[in-house]
């Protein structure tokens, strides 16, 4: 468009308006050409013109206007005083015997400067924009359940009677209220972020203009706001709701319809943990489960009693069972690939009675890891060697497991044999806990609810054999022979799972076994009295079960594609039965 400059316009000199520019007054920040240099010297005598070269413009510094002598530049800096001085300033009885050093070793800041916006752009931001995306993330959590109990509450509302309906109603509008309530502390938080990313931006922005301006009075007023950033925000911690439907009866319908409450949700999202979910949250599945599951293939393994199992690689799965010897087994090939013999003997206190490494795990680089509950340590093998050994002293390993963060969850007792004989020790029940390893050192124990009572009872109907895994959501499930107990990050119950009615066809106690957790954050668990393996969600909702001819089944794996691997006990010959339940 006419009247508009172009970026291969001449940009032309300042004074005459028509000669290309060639020089620049770095005092005036105005460009020159050769001939009204003189011009522009005389126009402002007052000034002491810096005129360069075009192409070194800005390499001169320019020094703030002393405040006493109007006609002079500030140059030196009186540290006595914390002020720029002009050189009158410095010999004038005002300043005698003070620290006076030059201006320009403010310019030692811009090295600061740029050392903060490299901070802000590689740490700090990206730390706030993850907890924002944790927001966001709670935010969808608490619009997913509030939609499942909605339309819990509304398919159960028609089929009563027209009598209840102010009932359905009543607790519709507490639903909502709970919902618009706990997004409104989510949205305020979120806006609360948008406004401090804001004020970063802002911050970053006038730091890089202080970079390429040649200002030093910006210099000096420079102060560093790094510290108040690195604060990181906090993320609102929000309670979900939850909905207890109960049996319908006529004279009761307010009590026995069901009533709202709250669950807790509060994970714990560190600020690498945030930054992490920033930057791989991955996209939505588009899974979904099968009508049916299908068998795609077997594979008998050779032990009398297959215990456990853990996927290596799509094709490949290491083994145990009643045997010293951990054996990795190939899908496409009839013998297995390797063994992995241990050190695992018998239990002295019971003899006769062997118990092998029942409870094993294939760690994030590949490496196999087995838990020895008679010598008390959990083991770390890489190429057949030994790379790293925990020992627990006086608690026996039950099971392990490692997480998405690199690290082992290993749930253990106290207990002084291998096999369940009795809930004591010492005269008093003994005690189970989940204790997680961060480099083989240990970071956290979860053994309590928020009442100081035991998170993992011990019962004299729970199993002595429990397995656990981490969620997607890192929830931490655990099997204990009766339930499956699932706690969150930190620690804290969620929900227990104790089967579901009505129950399989085998109509049997609710038998959980092996336990693991798929790309959806289904949680699967093998009952081993009702021959099937139960799928419920990440809130503990039943979804199906998986009943394909298993006779015993026990450990459970899945590989990268989602194919349920099941330990089974068939006619005391152990094999995998290889799954698929997500189409």
Not at 563 to 575: E, I, M, P
């Amino acid at each position: 468009m006419e009247g508009q400059p172009r970026a291969q316009d001449v940009m032309c000199c300042a004074v005459c308006n028509t000669a290309a520019v060639q020089m620049h007054c770095d005092t005036c920040l105005v460009n020159l050409c050769t001939t009204c240099v003189g011009k522009h010297m005389i126009s402002d005598e007052s000034n002491l013109h810096q005129v360069v070269k075009f192409q070194s413009r800005k390499s001169v510094p320019l020094y703030p206007k002393c405040t006493i002598h109007t006609k002079e530049r500030c140059e030196m800096y009186c540290k006595h005083c914390d002020l720029p001085i002009c050189s009158a300033c410095v010999v004038s009885e005002k300043h005698t015997s003070h620290k006076i050093s030059q201006l320009r070793e403010l310019y030692s800041k811009r090295k600061e400067i740029q050392q903060d916006v490299g901070k802000i752009k590689a740490d700090i931001l990206p730390t706030y924009n993850g907890i924002m995306a944790v927001i966001h993330m709670k935010m969808d959590r608490l619009e997913l359940k509030c939609k499942e109990i909605s339309e819990s509450i509304a398919k159960l509302g028609e089929d009563w009677h027209k009598k209840i309906d102010r009932v359905v109603n009543k607790l519709q509008t507490e639903l909502t209220e709970m919902k618009k309530a706990h997004m409104e502390a989510l949205k305020h938080n979120n806006d609360e972020i948008e406004r401090d990313i804001s004020n970063i931006n802002f911050h970053l922005n006038l730091l890089e203009k202080i970079l390429e301006s040649n200002d030093s009075s910006l210099l000096f007023q420079y102060n560093s706001k790094v510290p108040t950033f690195k604060k990181s925000p906090h993320s609102v911690n929000i309670s979900l709701p939850s909905f207890a439907p109960k049996e319908i009866q006529q004279d009761q319908i307010q009590e026995l319809f069901g009533t709202l409450s709250l669950i807790n949700d509060d994970h714990v999202y560190n600020s690498k943990m945030a930054k992490k979910i920033a930057e791989s949250a991955p996209a939505p599945s588009a899974k979904t489960l099968l009508d049916k599951p299908e068998t795609i293939t077997t594979k008998y393994v050779g032990y009398t009693y297959l215990q456990n199992i853990a996927c290596l690689k799509n094709t490949r799965i290491w083994a145990s069972g009643d045997s010293r010897v951990i054996k990795l087994f190939s899908i496409g090939q009839e013998s297995h690939v390797k063994s992995c013999i241990t050190s695992i003997s018998f239990d002295t206190n019971i003899p006769g009675v062997f118990s092998g490494p029942l409870y094993i795990a294939v760690t994030r680089n590949g490496n196999l890891v087995y838990c020895d509950p008679h010598a008390k340590t959990v083991i770390e093998v890489k190429n057949e060697e030994v790379q790293h050994t925990i020992e627990l002293h006086n608690w026996r390993p039950q099971g392990v497991c490692p997480t998405s963060a690199g690290d082992l969850l290993v749930i253990m007792d106290n207990r002084r044999t291998s096999v369940f004989l009795a809930t004591m020790r010492d005269g008093k029940p003994f005690q189970t806990k989940v204790v997680r390893f961060s480099d083989f050192v240990e970071k956290q124990t979860i053994q309590l609810d928020e009442e100081g009572k035991p998170l993992y009872p011990n019962t004299s109907t729970c199993s002595y054999r429990r397995y656990i895994t981490e969620n997607r959501n890192l929830d931490i499930c655990v099997t204990d022979g009766e339930a499956v107990i699932v706690v969150n990050q930190a620690g804290k119950l969620r929900f227990r799972y104790t089967g579901h009615y009505p129950p399989p066809k085998w109509n049997q106690n609710f038998t959980p076994r092996g336990i693991i957790t798929d790309s959806l954050s289904h949680i699967l668990t093998a009952d081993e009295m009702n021959k099937c393996v139960h799928i419920i969600d990440q809130y503990g909702q039943f979804l199906r079960y998986i009943d394909c001819g298993m006779v015993k089944p026990m450990g459970l794996s899945i590989d990268e594609d989602d194919h349920l691997f099941v330990a089974d006990n068939k006619k005391k010959s152990g094999q995998i039965i290889k799954l698929r339940y997500l189409k």
